[in-house]
């Protein structure tokens, strides 16, 4: 195989970010980044490939996504709004989708023993201001079993024939699962344990639906310019089975992913265990656990009351004990261990767990992490630099979520430092950046607009102190992100010896104003030195 020159019109190899005229790949790998004529020199039997006007950047990496939920959702009944502003319009949207799903299988009402799923409901942006109930869903229908995810995912809506199939009768309801004034179920269930248990009983998807939908998930992370993702949790919706599906498809993957298997199926069956490598298309590397809920479900641990609910500050899943046991028991299994902890009160449980469980990781990979950190203290953030623990933050939610999170949920003073990146760069803490798609799309281009100018979809700006610099941005999007999982110098850089895993986007970042980083689109994606996507 001959070489591949690559020039464009700025090629940046990574931190320090410095451009350099052109890059050599051969078999994979970069061999050579510099000058045009170092390049040549070095270069046997060469091929170019020219990017006029294009900026080459290291691929991104999506540090916390769940690709199988995302090719799934691909089949479901959209009901984000917009479009659906209010209840009545979900309800229409669900019976449209019943009427064109028919038969579908998994995703589509299939006659007598088939689910029609839903997802993306906002009750915060509909016009009720609600969740959906098993009487809404009545109205699209009473025999066929429905079953609705909120765009958290933190809450699923059934109809009453699906309580009826999930053998709920009311009285014996466990924990989770929502009564009304008169103490019937309303249909809804909050909190992983009771989501979990409707999503486990649900039609999976035979091996053909779910490497589909694998496939679907990592070739849109592909088109949006990311090269590795980090997949917290596998098994989340299907269960081990999603563990065969990539190890069925390792080879033919169409980017690197870093599996984190939920963290139960990795207690209950000690025959599972890491295995593969950084450079792997997958490496089963880590294991998730939970440790609190969502904010905008007032179910984030937080240590002050939610601004909306003053005698309220959500809840711990665990208490202190038994997450540090399971912690423990996943590190001495040899997993990396991710613990999802989106308020400050369950940060600091979660630090106190993670503190306790020493992980042998190479000196040059962070040692376990925490998931979004969406409500920290500074002295939090210095802990975990000062463990050597990582984090990767939920920057997505000052877009998406940011306003109501000021406005609704935290209050301004706290809603300032959501996702307090700025304060961790400070602090020399090093971190990922990510989606948590579907909750957010997918779209690390987007990711980075956000982390610099930390604009809410209203355009206003949450917290300035908390912007990052374009590099520093970058940063976390690439090399600090590769070594949240032990992939530092492998993935995230262009510099001789890593992957020749590369971005080519429109403009350079560097270039343009903050504001304008939103304009910004992928026009072409390369894993392994290989063409895997052209941009949308």
Known sequence: MSDLVVTADRVHVGRPWVPVEALLMRDGYVVAAGTRAEVAAAAVRPRRWDLPGATVLPGFVESHVHPVQVGLTEQWVD??????????????TLRAGAAVDAGAGVGG??????????????????????????????EVSVQVPIAVSHLSMHFVAVNTAGLRRLGLRGIDAPDGFLRDEYGDLTGLAGGMSAVQRVLDA????????????????????????????????????VGAEELAAYRGAADVLPVRVVGYLRGDLALADPSLAPSGGPADRFWLRGAKLWSDGSIQGLSAALL????????????????????????????????????HANGDAALRASLDALAAAPYRCPAD?????????????????????????????????????????????????????????????????????????????LDPLRTLATAVTRRTSSGAV??????????????????????????????????????????????????????????LRVQATVVGGRLVAEGE
Do not use: K, M
């Open 79 to 92: 009901c984000r709004t917009p479009p659906c502003a209010d209840i009545p319009a979900v309800v229409r």
């Open 109 to 138: 009402a299939a006659g007598a023993d088939g689910w029609l799923r839903g997802w993306g409901y906002d009750d915060t942006l509909l016009a009720e201001d609600r969740h959906l109930t098993r009487h809404d869903l009545d």
């Open 202 to 237: 649900l039609p999976a998807p035979d091996p053909v639906q779910l490497r589909a939908a694998l496939g679907r998930g990592l070739r849109l992370a592909a088109r949006r310019g990311a090269t590795t993702v980090h997949d917290l949790a596998v098994g989340l919706a």
């Open 304 to 339: 002050a009351p939610y601004a909306c609910a003053p005698g309220v500050r959500g809840e711990l899943l665990h208490d202190p004990a038994e997450l540090a046991d399971r912690v423990r028991r996943l590190a001495g299994g040899g997993w990396q261990v991710a613990v």
């Open 365 to 441: 990979a962070a040692g376990h992490r925490v998931e979004h950190g969406q409500v920290s203290a500074p002295e939090d953030l210095r802990r975990l630099r000062d463990l050597g623990l990582g984090v990767s933050f939920f920057v997505n939610h000052v877009r998406y979520w940011g306003d109501r999170h000021r406005d609704r949920f935290l209050g301004p003073q706290r809603a300032a430092s959501l996702d307090a990146a700025g304060t961790a760069r400070r602090l020399g803490l090093r971190f990922g950046l990510h989606s948590d798609c579907p909750v957010t799309p």
């Open 462 to 519: 949450l917290g300035p102190s908390e912007r990052l610099d374009v590099g520093a941005a970058l940063d976390a999007l690439t090399v600090d992100a590769a070594w949240l999982a032990g992939q530092d110098g492998v993935v995230g850089t262009l510099r001789p010896g890593a992957a020749a895993d590369l971005v080519a986007v429109s403009a350079d970042p560097f270039g343009v104003d903050p504001d304008e980083l939103d304009s």
